[in-house]
């Protein structure tokens, strides 16, 4: 099993609708994050969290919420997509025990289509 | 704040030439910076890293990058291009005593025969 899954993998919606994308992690990391790619923008970062109850917002999280049920799970909600919301989103973690090295495990994404 | 500018948004080169992917960061403190690789449909993988030791960092590979603070830059390099190198590449940099990363838009690195 991958150390970050993410689910679904690909997923097409309807412009209105509400959706959630999931991730969970076996790592055992206390730091989850979100982050959009779009071609040519790289990747920004929506939100982040630290701890359960912790949530902070990132670069682009106009249009975006999330949950951390647990510390393996943090949930990203769109509540009412729009197309410009297309984009391939990734979700990673972090643990703050190996500081300064900050190695991201990214998950292999959700690729998403708003229609 | 933090910035990445990746120099070129495609480098093509042919199997066995160099490879030079640029990267320049701006960081109002010392900054950690990071190559990730990205192959299609999957996601990115940590190439090298660089935590404030070795200015030349190695990665996996062949893969290396040479941090200067004079030139705010942190350029990746491999010797000999192979097929399998195709990919995009992200720098990305957090100050010291920050927890986000920045990322830069990719470089696509593309390789003939």
């Known amino acids: 099993d991958a150390d970050v899954t993410q689910t679904p993998r690909n997923r097409i919606t309807k412009t209105g609708k509400r959706i959630m994308l999931e991730c969970s992690q076996t790592k055992g990391h206390d730091r989850m994050y979100w982050y959009r790619q779009d071609p040519g923008l790289g990747l920004r970062l929506i939100y982040y969290s630290f701890d359960v109850k912790d949530i902070n917002k990132g670069e682009i999280s106009d249009g975006y919420s999330v949950s951390r049920q647990a510390q393996a799970k943090f949930s990203l909600s769109l509540e009412s997509a729009i197309p410009n919301q297309t984009a391939l989103y990734f979700c990673a973690t972090s643990d703050p025990g190996q500081s300064p090295d900050y190695g991201y495990t990214f998950g292999s994404g959700t690729r998403l289509t708003v229609v | 704040a933090q910035s990445v500018t990746q120099l070129g948004s495609h480098v093509s080169v042919s199997e066995g030439a160099l490879v030079l992917l640029r990267c320049n960061y701006s960081s109002s403190v010392p900054p950690y910076l990071f190559w990730y690789v990205q192959y299609p449909n999957q996601g990115l993988q940590l190439l090298l890293k660089?935590?404030?030791?070795?200015?030349l960092v190695k990665g996996i590979n062949g893969f290396e990058a040479e941090f200067k603070k004079s030139e705010t830059s942190f350029h990746l390099t491999k010797p000999s291009a192979h097929m399998s190198d195709a990919a995009e590449y992200f720098c990305a940099v957090t100050p010291r005593g920050y927890s986000t990363l920045t990322f830069g838009k990719g470089t696509m690195l593309l390789v003939s025969p």
């Open positions: 660089y935590t404030s030791a070795a200015t």
